[in-house]
């Protein structure tokens, strides 16, 4: 899946080249490998295999959007590109999906501007919305939402609730779900909805022993017994250990349908969201107690207090001031 998703803003004077602009945008869609004249080509060779994904033209507002890998950051020669091509003025909006941060650059003739210098795009409703997205304005969001726009605006074809969703904006979400959102329009991206619900931080199952190739086994086959009755196919994030290539541990997601994800070697955000819970736990269960004359037993029972209260209890404020229980059934979701 890529990584950085650009979407690029051309505002100029010339509708003409922008529709010239526009239509070798659409070749680009339509025959990937084909070769465009200069000097949009010079765009293009930069990247490995950019992937356009959409294009749109509203009076002299031109918008695309650019899939590319996290390693193809944007050049100078590329700025220099669209503005040869008829885009006075540009914006050019990266999403990393990987670590979910978004930025923001202006140009006008292919220097950088300031935001306020940059002039007022002619956008969709669609279009407007993902702009907060993008901008990560989850109250600005919601508030739309509140006042009437529509829940089932798209940007680029995809739903704004997946999009909000994708960035985890969680008053967003919860504001297009009460505004009666078709939860049918996002099916296409149903497996990535329910991933990203998941995102929540809602503890599946645990287990407890010696860090050997069955405490592994034992922890994996409890989580699949917990998802195996409802339509939940979770992402298993998991470091480069040993364990987690061993066959059997391998069969078991294959039987199961997960799906395993791991990181590349020196790079473990796959291992952040674990690695971050357990650094909760130590810090509020484990190093304010005295635990001499604990028996393994009682251990084992005060954690698993611990865990319950954590999933059903303790607030976030990336949930909105709720706990993952409470996300969960905010959205209709089983817990």
């Keep these: 899946m890529s990584a950085n998703t650009y979407t690029f803003t051309c505002i100029g004077s010339d509708a003409a080249a922008l529709a010239r602009l526009l239509a070798l945008l659409q070749v680009a869609i339509q025959a990937p490998d084909a070769a465009l004249p200069e000097p949009l080509d010079r765009f293009f060779e930069y990247w490995d295999e950019p992937c356009v994904t959409s294009t749109s033209l509203l009076g002299t507002t031109l918008r695309c959007t650019v ?11 590329q700025v220099l590109a669209w503005h040869a091509s008829g885009a006075e003025y540009l914006r050019v909006q990266v999403f990393n999906s990987q670590v979910g941060e978004s930025a923001t650059t202006y140009y006008h003739a292919g220097k950088r501007i300031t935001a306020k210098a940059f002039p007022k795009p002619v956008l969709s409703e669609g279009e ?12 600005a969001l919601a508030n739309e939402v509140k ?5 089932n605006a798209t940007a ?13 904006l969680v008053k967003s979400v ?10 049918s329009a996002c099916l296409p991206w149903a497996a990535e909805v329910a991933e990203l619900i998941g995102a929540c931080g809602m503890v599946v199952s645990w287990t407890i022993g010696t860090t050997d190739a069955e405490l592994v086994n034992t922890m994996v086959d409890a989580a699949i017994e917990t998802v195996t009755a409802t339509s939940d196919r979770p992402v298993v994030h ?21 799906t395993r994800s791991m990181s590349r070697k020196a790079c473990l955000p796959d291992n952040a969201a ?16 005295d635990w001499k004359g604990t028996t393994f037993e009682q251990f084992i029972e005060v954690v698993d ?12 404020i990336s949930l909105g001031f709720l706990s993952p229980v409470e996300y969960r059934a905010s959205l209709g979701l089983a817990a």
Excluded: Q
Aim: hydrophobic share 35%; charged share 30%.
């Design 128 to 139: 407007r919305l993902y702009e907060l997205v993008l901008e990560a304005k989850d109250g």
């Design 305 to 316: 207090d611990y865990i319950r209260w954590y999933n059903e209890k303790r607030i976030k």
């Design 67 to 77: 899939d590319t890998s996290a390693h193809d950051p944007l050049k100078k020669p």
């Design 274 to 289: 674990c690695e971050g819970f357990f650094g909760r736990l130590k810090n509020e269960l484990f190093c304010p107690r």
């Design 147 to 151: 006042a009437g726009a529509s829940p």
């Design 238 to 258: 998991s470091d480069r250990g040993g364990h987690y290539r061993w066959p059997r541990w391998l069969s078991r997601m294959s039987d199961a349908n997960l």
């Design 174 to 183: 919860r504001a297009l779900h009460d505004a009666g959102v078709d939860w």
């Design 156 to 168: 680029d074809g995809v739903p704004i609730m997946v999009l909000a969703l994708r960035a985890g």
